[in-house]
């Protein structure tokens, strides 16, 4: 018994989109060692606050700031320095609007 074999049409499907991305060519974070965004295993403390003070310091400088920051929190990123805000920050604001959103629709 012969399978008929049929190809996918792509045409449908979504192109990449480069120029949604390009921004973070321009990022500050580009010159500086990546380790300073990303906390090591284990790291707590006066250290953690001290890298994530050093990292924020970076993005307070970078002209791609806001854009950055959306971006991580669009696809809640889960790990390091972003847009200027740590991770804890990140999910501050995310649990925040959440429960905006919860208030607003069940009013």
């Excluded at 310091?57 to 950055?68: D, G, L, R, S, T």
Aim: with cysteine.
């Amino acid at each position: 018994m012969e399978q008929e074999q049929t190809m996918t049409e792509i045409s449908n499907f979504p192109t990449a989109n480069l120029a949604s991305w390009e921004w973070q060519y321009q990022g500050a974070c580009r010159q500086a060692e990546a380790t300073l965004f990303f906390h090591p295993d284990g790291e707590r403390g006066p250290s953690r606050r001290k890298r994530d003070a050093a990292a924020k310091a970076v993005c307070a400088q970078c002209p791609v700031i806001e854009i950055c920051r959306k971006q991580a929190l669009a696809m809640r990123e889960p790990y390091g320095v972003w847009g200027g805000l740590t991770e804890d920050e990140r999910m501050q604001i995310l649990s925040s609007q959440s429960r905006n959103r919860n208030r607003f629709a069940a009013s």
